[in-house]
């Protein structure tokens, strides 16, 4: 059964760095990519990026390009969103998915999100 | 940068045909893909490459496409498909991917 598993809420203040996590199982985490999603308080769902485990190829919308960095480490099956700087507009839900193919794909299986509150 | 627009809102009585649309000048050029979410969940696929139905999802949810617009269809709405649904594609080079804005499904 493929299974994605995230870390847990998280409540930091603005200038923070953060790193979430997303663990996958189930399958070969190396031979699909992984993405995250974005979901504001009360808002649409918003395509942040996808990583690639086996040979750690990113790719970014162009709204989120450097402003998060997605990464992943294969040897734990687990791939990362990572702010170096929290902004108050950074509060969200992070959902994590397995992604079919490159950006023109979809997301299969699903985390059950981590919530990141940003607030002084 | 590259949009996927929907309406709204859509609402519909239970047992009819609901409608969702989508569209964007690269469709023609790039799959979409159907997101359900329901409230404090996260989302489940149920249309995929514009038409194919993943394995679970009930046969009354299909999608097809006609040149910059694809569109959801509930055949026989029941209450438990009130929920917001996304469409998902990406922009005309498939460099990166959008979500539309999503659409609210209220069966009356």
């Known amino acids: 059964e493929v299974q994605l598993v995230q870390s847990g809420a998280e409540v930091k203040k603005p200038g923070e760095s953060l790193k979430i996590s997303c663990k996958g199982s189930?399958?070969?985490?190396?031979?699909?990519?992984i993405g995250w999603v974005r979901q504001m308080p009360g808002k649409g769902l918003e395509w942040m990026g996808i990583?690639?485990?086996?040979?750690?190829?990113?790719r970014y919308s162009p709204s989120f390009q450097g402003q998060v960095t997605i990464s992943a480490d294969k040897s734990i099956s687990t791939a990362y969103l990572q702010w170096s700087s929290l902004k108050a507009s950074d509060t969200a839900m992070y959902y994590c998915?397995?992604?079919?193919?490159?950006?023109?794909?979809?997301?299969?299986?699903w985390g059950q999100g981590t919530l990141v509150t940003v607030s002084s | 940068s590259y949009e996927l627009t929907q309406p709204p809102s859509v609402s519909v009585s239970p047992g009819q045909t609901a409608r969702i649309t989508c569209s964007a000048d690269a469709l023609p050029k790039q799959y979409a893909y159907w997101y359900q979410q329901k409230p404090g969940q996260a989302p489940v696929l149920v249309i995929y490459?514009?038409?194919e139905r993943p394995s679970g999802i009930p046969e009354r949810f299909s999608g097809s496409s006609s040149g910059t617009t694809v569109t959801l269809t509930i055949s026989g709405v029941q209450a438990e498909d009130e929920a917001d649904y996304y469409c998902?594609?990406?922009?005309?080079?498939?460099?990166?991917?959008?979500f539309g804005g999503g659409t609210k499904l209220t069966v009356l």
């Open positions: 998915a397995r992604h079919e193919g490159v950006a023109a794909g979809s997301f299969d299986y």
């Open positions: 998902q594609s990406a922009d005309s080079s498939g460099t990166y991917g959008v």
């Open positions: 189930g399958y070969s985490f190396t031979s699909y990519w």
């Open positions: 990583i690639y485990p086996g040979d750690s190829d990113t």
């Open positions: 490459k514009d038409s």
